[in-house]
C-alpha cells in the first residue's frame, strides 16, 4: 500500500505508512477497556486517534518521536478527521525515510537570514550592537537559530519558523517606528526584537517531531533567554547595567501577561510594541492556518479555543506555508488539563489558557 501524506486522508480510506508518533498515551475508558489515544504526524500534517484494546506491552515499545508503521481506518468524529489504528509497530531504521517527517518553512531560509541580519546592521548604539554580534555572529547559534521552529504547535511549528517569525516582527518593529509620532528607541526595539525568543533555540528540540527539551520544560525560553543575555554581556565586559537589563526586560515581558508567562509586564514603550507586533504576527499566522485546516462544512470554523473566537472561512487571503504540521494538534496550546473519559469515544482536550507562547 502506498505512503498517504496526512493531509490527503480522505473519510473511509484505509491508510498504511510510516507516521511520527507526536502524543501518546494509554486510556481506560469507563467500561474499563485499554487503549492507545495518540497524535500522529508527517511533513504534510497531524491527526488525532486511537487504538483500541490496547495492550500496555504495545504502548511500552514506542514514544513520542518515534516513526511507527501502521494500518488505520480513517473516521469523522464530530466533524473532526481522526484514525482509528487497527495495527502498529515502531519502524526499523532502514526503513525510514527522514525527509517524510520534517516540516519547513515555504522561504528560503539564507535569504531571511541575510535579511534578519541586514536588520542588525540597523542598530547604531555599539553595545546593543555588540550583543547582537556576540549571539549571531556565533556559527553554533547561528546554525541552531536558522533551524529552531518557533513554536511545538501554535504558530510557526516548523524548521525555519522561528526566523521567519523574528524576521516577520523585525519588519512590523520598523514600520512601527517610522510610522509612529512616539519616540521609540528604535536600536532597543531591533535588538529586543531579533533576541525575544532566542531561548527557543534551547526550549525546543527537532527530530521528527518538535518536542520540548528538559531544559524548555523546566525553565522556559523567556528564563532561558535573559540568562543568554546576562552571559553575554558578562563576557563581552563593557555593558551598561541599564541596557543589559532592557534588553532582558523585553524578553521577559513580551508574553505580555503573567498567565501567559511573562514573570513581568511591558514597563517601557519598546516593551509595549514588540508584545503587541509578536501577538499580531503569532495569532495571525495561528489564524491563517486555523481556517486552511478546518475541514467542517459552512462558512466558519469551529471555535477555537487558543483564539477564543470561531472564524469566518469565506474570501480569506491566508498563505502559510505548505509544509508546515497542520491538523487538529496545531489547533490547540501545549498545557492541557485531562478531561474524564465517560464513553467509548474520548471527550476533546481543552487547553488551560488562550496563550499562542
Not at 141 to 164: D, Q, R, T, V
Not at 244 to 258: M, R, T
Amino acid at each position: 500500500m502506498q505512503q498517504v501524506n496526512i493531509k490527503d486522508f480522505v473519510e473511509g480510506d484505509s491508510v498504511e505508512g510510516f507516521y511520527a508518533v507526536k502524543e501518546a498515551s494509554f486510556q481506560t475508558t469507563a467500561t474499563g477497556k485499554n487503549y492507545i489515544r495518540l497524535t500522529i504526524s508527517d511533513a504534510s500534517g497531524a491527526i488525532n486517534g486511537n487504538m483500541w484494546d490496547a495492550s500496555k506491552e504495545l504502548f511500552l515499545t514506542f514514544s513520542v518521536g518515534s516513526i511507527v508503521k501502521l494500518r488505520a481506518l480513517v473516521e469523522v468524529y464530530r466533524g473532526k478527521p481522526q484514525v482509528k489504528v487497527e495495527k502498529l509497530r515502531v519502524a526499523d531504521e532502514n526503513e525510514v525515510d527522514y525527509s517524510l517527517f520534517i516540516p519547513k518553512t515555504r522561504f528560503d531560509i539564507e535569504e531571511l537570514w541575510n535579511e534578519f541580519m541586514g536588520f542588525a546592521g540597523m542598530i547604531a548604539d555599539t553595545e546593543y550592537k555588540a550583543v547582537i554580534d556576540y549571539f549571531f555572529n556565533n556559527p553554533e547559534i547561528m546554525k541552531k537559530f536558522k533551524s529552531a521552529p518557533a513554536a511545538k504547535n501554535n504558530h510557526h511549528a516548523y524548521i525555519g519558523g522561528l526566523l521567519e517569525h523574528t524576521v516577520s516582527l523585525l519588519r512590523y518593529a520598523v514600520a512601527f517606528a517610522t510610522a509612529s509620532p512616539t519616540k521609540i528607541n528604535l536600536d532597543l526595539l531591533i535588538a529586543g526584537t531579533m533576541l525575544h525568543d532566542i531561548g527557543k533555540i534551547h526550549e525546543l528540540s527537532v527530530g521528527v517531531v518538535i518536542d520540548y527539551t528538559d531544559r524548555g520544560r523546566l525553565t522556559g525560553h523567556l528564563i532561558i533567554g535573559s540568562m543568554m543575555v546576562e552571559d553575554a554581556a558578562r563576557e563581552i565586559g563593557y555593558i551598561s547595567e541599564e541596557k543589559k537589563y532592557l534588553l532582558e526586560h523585553l524578553i521577559l515581558s513580551h508574553h505580555g501577561k503573567f498567565e501567559y508567562g511573562s514573570p513581568v509586564l511591558p514597563a517601557v514603550p519598546e516593551a509595549l510594541a514588540l508584545h503587541h507586533i509578536d501577538n499580531l504576527d503569532a495569532k495571525t499566522v495561528a489564524a491563517c492556518r486555523i481556517i486552511e485546516d478546518d475541514e467542517s462544512n459552512g462558512s466558519w470554523t469551529d471555535r477555537s479555543w487558543m483564539l477564543d473566537t470561531m472564524l469566518y472561512k469565506q474570501g480569506q487571503g491566508c498563505s502559510v506555508s505548505d509544509s508546515s504540521v497542520v491538523g487538529e494538534a496545531s489547533a490547540v496550546v501545549e498545557d492541557k488539563e485531562p478531561v474524564a473519559v465517560d464513553s467509548e469515544v474520548p471527550e476533546v482536550e481543552k487547553p488551560t489558557s488562550g496563550s499562542l507562547f
